[in-house]
């Protein structure tokens, strides 16, 4: 089971019509694009998905037209997370998971559990979960982080928590905890910057944002780096990364919506209170792409 969340994860956006409403179409072009770029497997309903925006209905509708479309050709994670733990308890009761292989669960958000109130939640998921899980921790958005000696303590206690996408941006903390993870247990890069120094630290893969927009280029920089090539995985991210902090500056996933749509793939439109990105970001993201011959 672990080694079908290796390598390139893609952390899917939910796109949107004009009128705000899901664009099941466009999703559907989405991941048929992403799966025929190359990519290992895909996360739905994460941040990049704008999952805290969408109602039950749409979240339900979002996971069985992925899973249709995916047809079994690539592994599937679905996002399920949230700061109150029965409430979470409820989704697992409550949410169709067929054709998926994992859950995403992001650490508590808002109300700053201690390490300890941290684990007995992970701790109470993990015995009531219908699928292995994989910890994210994100500090920048939940106001706490999730500390390597209590991820060290879930992999060991719960047999059913199989790796961690780390999205603190810290390589010393990934690095940590890589030392001192079980046999087999995934650490996975939750940053698309720090993906590649990660892989070759001993990192499972990335759970990446950019690798919906130009997932030929970026799925080949990841299985280089996992294939031990370094130099040439790092030589891809030199030249990708300005258009990464590009993606970023003005907030996920207003950045990625933007290039899918000057591919052509769905509109750049989020609900708020996310907002568009401004005009003159926007060109610089299509004159970068441009530039270096990802438009296509």
Not at 43 to 61: A, D, H, I, P
């Amino acid at each position: 089971m672990r080694e079908l969340f290796t390598g390139t994860g893609v952390a899917l956006v939910t796109p949107f019509t004009s009128d705000l409403s899901v664009d099941y179409t466009a999703l559907e072009h989405l991941v048929t694009e992403v799966i025929e770029g190359g990519v290992d497997y895909l996360v739905v309903l994460g941040t990049t998905g704008e999952s805290v925006t969408l109602n039950r209905e749409e979240k339900e509708r979002v996971l069985r037209s992925v899973a249709h479309t995916a047809g079994g050709r690539v592994p599937l994670v679905a996002g399920i997370g949230g700061n109150s733990t029965s409430a979470v308890l409820e989704d697992f009761k409550n949410t169709d998971l067929g054709g998926y292989s994992g859950i995403l669960s992001v650490s508590p958000y808002y109300n700053k559990p201690t390490q300890e109130g941290i684990f007995r939640h992970f701790e109470t998921l993990a015995s009531n979960s219908p699928l292995p899980l994989i910890l994210y921790n994100v500090p920048s958005r939940t106001g706490s982080n999730m500390l390597p000696e209590t991820v060290i303590r879930l992999a060991n206690a719960c047999p059913n928590i199989m790796g961690i996408k780390e999205a603190s941006g810290d390589l010393h903390q990934i690095q940590d905890i890589l030392s001192k993870a079980p046999e087999g247990f995934l650490v996975i890069s939750g940053d698309d910057l720090t993906a590649v120094p990660a892989i070759l630290d001993g990192g499972a893969g990335v759970i990446s944002v950019l690798g919906q927009g130009i997932p030929g280029v970026f799925t080949r920089m990841i299985h280089l780096a996992r294939s031990g090539k370094g130099e040439e995985a790092m030589a891809i991210h030199n030249q990708i990364a300005p258009l990464v902090e590009l993606l970023f500056r003005e907030g996920n996933p207003a950045g990625i919506k933007a290039l899918l749509e000057l591919r052509g793939i769905c509109s750049s439109a989020v609900r708020l209170p996310l907002i568009a990105p401004s005009k003159n970001l926007r060109g610089q993201i299509e004159a970068f792409i441009i530039q270096h011959g990802l438009a296509h």
